[in-house]
């Protein structure tokens, strides 16, 4: 039955999972590498200290940012966004004339490229700075809404749900980057 299927899952996610938290790290430094392109410090293989020329932003100037409530109102919308959009797609879909067959193949596809595009968009990040890959991010997602409410046939909706999961893929990678780009590590969920 489904109660002890869910156990069965909490089991095994404790067995696999908590095993692996030992090989987290949670900063760059901690490996020997430095955030944003700086200059290496040899590895130890011991933890070491975070980076303290880095601006950080306390919670209390954080606050008193208007561009954290900017960025907070920004990434609270794309969330809700991308999360209204996963019960209505196939609704949607359906109501334009697509076969539920064909809906439901074009969100797997949607899906299939969102996973993939978390670990394109975090090799882009490396080579752009973040807030450029962010705008890139969020044209794209535009972009491909757009294309999703303008498509007639079935190559035009799998091009379309591609689309948009390149770009929503991103948002999920991108997010965390730019918050902690923008105001720094030390005080990140202090």
């Known amino acids: 039955g489904w109660r002890e299927a869910w156990l069965l899952l909490g089991i095994a996610t404790a067995v696999l999972l908590l095993p692996l ?4 790290y949670t900063t760059p430094e901690e490996v020997g590498l430095r955030p944003d392109g700086a200059a ?4 130890t293989g011991r933890r ?10 306390t919670r209390r100037e ?3 940012s208007g561009l954290f409530w900017l960025l907070t109102v920004a990434l609270s919308l794309g969330v809700f966004g991308m ?9 949607f879909l359906r ?4 076969s539920a067959d064909v809906a439901a193949l074009s969100v797997t596809t949607y899906a299939s490229v969102a996973v993939l595009m978390r670990f394109g968009w975090g090799f882009l990040s490396t080579r752009m700075s973040g807030r450029s890959a962010f705008m890139v991010q969020c044209t794209l997602a535009g972009l491909a809404v757009l294309a999703l409410y ?4 079935q190559p035009a909706l799998f091009v379309a749900m591609a689309l948009l999961g390149f770009a929503f893929g991103g948002f999920w990678v991108l997010q965390g980057l730019i918050v902690v780009n923008t105001f720094g590590r030390q005080h ?3």
């Open 21 to 24: 938290t030992l090989l987290l």
């Open 40 to 43: 290496a410090a040899p590895a």
């Open 48 to 57: 070491q200290a975070p980076a303290t020329e880095e601006r950080s932003y």
């Open 62 to 64: 954080a606050l008193h």
């Open 83 to 91: 999360m209204g959009f996963i019960p209505f797609v196939v609704p």
């Open 95 to 98: 109501s334009q004339g697509f």
């Open 150 to 153: 303008t498509v007639t046939s």
């Open 188 to 190: 990140i969920a202090g």
